[in-house]
């Protein structure tokens, strides 16, 4: 893609920001929830270094987090395992040096204007915070319209696209770890053992399920019919029909695994015949066009993908749709 940096500016038209980020990009605040539990308050303070003689006021419920001081979350008694008797009783306490003293550092972005975590920004060594005055997220934004690289447009699709077949999905409360013990904790393609996935966060362990019959088709994700792959065959398969990507013996192993039928697996591309069964709702139809209306790309498409596989149309379904949109479709 061609890079147009050197010779090109990106010029501010309609900036501004409200009175309470200008002349903050370099300032630190620290960012706590208040000790108080009944009080949900996130508590930023403005500071150069933590004062050793601290008070913090709460300003929801007026708690007083002081330096020197603590706040006791419970009474214990310690216990000797072996003849059950007394060794001490105290209390549990949090000493507000130590809770302060290690909440995150945050400051303004200059450009989006939200406080945001110090890791949010790129180092630069001759500020005071240490750290650019723009987020990362703004400067990727910026850098993308500098150097006509931009991947908004891209993004959107892509986020569209997504937004759209959640609509079809009767979204059930997946068990990832009945999954991964189904297939032995390995990816069904190449045997990569994956259980170290099982202590890692949610997003990473449902990073590694695919559909097995694709969401492009409308079929859901679910417990029983997702196949465990490992990233790169992850996103090898992708949205692939089964019969497309997998051998014979593959989806004959897969279809004893899943209870997918081998021969829709192996035929032709299918769409899932319970949300055809929704597009017939004319209220449901409706829905959409509402949600879409402003990005209506993915759904034009995925009507002018059913019709040519299967002949019906969706737009016939509901008379209140606009002509206008038929059009739109057709000139796809
Ligand atoms: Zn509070
Ligand atoms: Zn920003
Ligand atoms: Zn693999």
Redesign the pocket.
């Known amino acids: 893609m061609a890079r147009r940096t050197a010779y090109t500016k990106v010029k501010r038209l309609n900036f501004s920001n409200p009175d309470h980020v200008k002349g903050m990009g370099d300032k630190t605040f620290r960012g706590f929830q208040?000790l108080?539990k009944e009080?949900k308050?996130l508590i930023f303070v403005q500071v150069e270094r933590i004062d050793p003689d601290f008070e913090y006021i709460?300003d929801?419920?007026g708690?007083e987090h002081k330096a020197g001081e603590t706040t006791t979350l419970y009474n214990y008694e310690l216990i000797d395992e072996r003849d059950k008797s007394l060794i001490e009783a105290g209390s549990f306490q949090l000493l507000h040096d130590d809770y302060v003293g290690e909440s995150k550092e945050y400051k303004y972005c200059i450009v989006c204007g939200a406080l945001k975590p110090f890791e949010l920004f790129d180092v630069h060594g001759s500020r005071q915070t240490g750290r650019q005055g723009e987020c990362r997220l703004c400067k990727q934004v910026y850098n993308g319209i500098k150097n006509q690289t931009r991947l908004t447009e891209q993004h959107r699709e892509a986020s569209q696209k997504r937004r759209l077949y959640t609509h079809f999905e009767d979204r059930e409360k997946m068990d990832v770890a009945i999954i991964y013990a189904r297939f032995g904790n390995c990816c069904f393609k190449c045997g990569t053992d994956l259980s170290s996935d099982l202590t890692a966060g949610a997003a990473k362990k449902e990073g590694n399920l695919d559909h097995t019959l694709p969401v492009f088709y409308l079929w859901p994700l679910t417990t029983d019919s997702a196949t465990l792959l490992c990233r790169e065959h992850n996103g090898e398969k992708a949205e692939k029909w089964p019969g497309a990507y997998y051998t014979d013996a593959e989806l004959r192993r897969l279809s004893a695994l899943t209870g997918i039928e081998h021969r829709l697996m192996a035929g032709a591309p299918r769409f899932n015949p319970i949300a055809l069964a929704k597009l017939r709702d004319a209220a449901f139809i409706e829905s959409l066009f509402e949600k879409f209306a402003r990005y209506p790309h993915e759904l034009l498409r995925l009507r002018n993908r059913i019709l040519a596989e299967t002949g019906f149309d969706f737009l016939d379904i509901n008379a209140n749709i606009s002509p206008e949109w038929r059009r739109r479709a057709d000139e796809l």
Do not use: G, R, V
């Open positions: 208040c108080n009080c308050n709460c929801k419920c708690f």
